[in-house]
């Protein structure tokens, strides 16, 4: 929302957490892990300490 509202005078911060490696997404398919990362700010799955 940040990057598509700026001119506007609107501002935006928030935290959302990307996808992470647990075991909940053991069943997903790599194309799945990868479509749902592909839509984060960072690319690549969290590691959860």
Request: net charge negative; no cysteine; charged share 25%.
């Amino acid at each position: 929302m940040a990057d598509d509202i700026p001119n506007d005078g609107v501002r935006a911060n928030s935290v959302l957490p990307g996808l992470a490696s647990t075991g909940d997404i053991e069943p997903q398919s790599e194309g799945q892990k990868r479509g749902a990362w592909e839509q984060q700010a960072i690319k690549r799955l969290g590691d959860p300490l």
